[in-house]
């Protein structure tokens, strides 16, 4: 199963993509994760990605439907993958459609008010990625690895306004260019509660694909 996870930074696309990685034994690939990694470099590719992270605009695309691409023709991306992150551009989404063909888009739908508030709690785990809450982490260690929590640079509440702003901009228009193949669902809840009718209706279309 090809599946895209759309929906603002915040929203919950990246833990409602762990659970389906899991359950459905595909891959999660997270363009976020991927030039997270490559800031750590010491080239001139990551000095600018860093840059624009850093004031919450976007990598360039050219850049990402490359990473994408380079990504998507690994083996481990046979029987399919979760595209989390990406496309975030109408231009990127029509790249994507040369690339591969994707089976489903997952719209998680969440207020800006409540994305403000779980960003801004939102502490990560530098090594291994793991997502915390501040006030259900006190210790501020991660439960995986043990390594001490981190709040990324652009949860800070400046750049989230910025992130939401280049959202609605740039990668709202993607709902209505996948407007035929979108099952929508609240992520208000608990990432179970989120999860639930995502799993039911993936299930069901797992039969369907393949
Ligand atoms: P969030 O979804 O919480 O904003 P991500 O981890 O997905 O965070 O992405 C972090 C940053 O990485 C983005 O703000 C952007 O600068 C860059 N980025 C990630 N995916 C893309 C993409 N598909 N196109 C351009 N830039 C991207
Ligand atoms: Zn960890």
Do not use: W
Not at 70 to 83: N, P, S, V, W, Y
Not at 136 to 148: G, Q, R, T, W, Y
Not at 186 to 207: D, N
């Amino acid at each position: 199963m090809k599946i895209i996870l759309l929906g603002a930074p915040g929203s919950g696309k990246g833990t409602l993509a762990k659970k389906i990685s899991k359950d459905f034994d595909i891959p999660q690939i997270s363009t976020g994760d991927l030039f997270r990694a490559i800031v750590k470099e010491d080239s001139e590719l990551a000095s600018k990605v860093r840059e624009i992270m850093q004031s919450g605009g976007l990598v360039p695309d050219e850049v990402t439907i490359e990473i994408v691409k380079e990504r998507i023709a690994k083996d481990d991306c046979k029987k399919g993958f979760i595209l989390d992150g990406f496309p975030r551009t109408v231009n990127q989404a029509k790249a994507l459609e040369g690339i591969s063909q994707i089976d489903t888009v997952i719209l998680v739908d969440l207020a800006n008010e409540i994305i403000i508030d779980r960003l801004s709690a939102r502490r990560t785990c530098p090594n291994c990625g793991e997502i915390y809450s501040v006030q259900d982490n006190l210790e501020n260690v991660c439960k995986k690895c043990n390594s001490p929590l981190i709040q990324r640079d652009d949860d800070k509440p400046e750049t989230i306004r910025h992130r939401l702003e280049v959202y609605e901009q740039n990668t709202s228009p993607l709902i209505n260019f996948y407007s035929d193949r979108i099952f929508k669902v609240s992520s208000a809840g608990s990432p179970e509660e989120t999860y639930s009718p995502v799993k039911t209706f993936l299930s069901e279309m797992e039969g369907k694909v393949e």
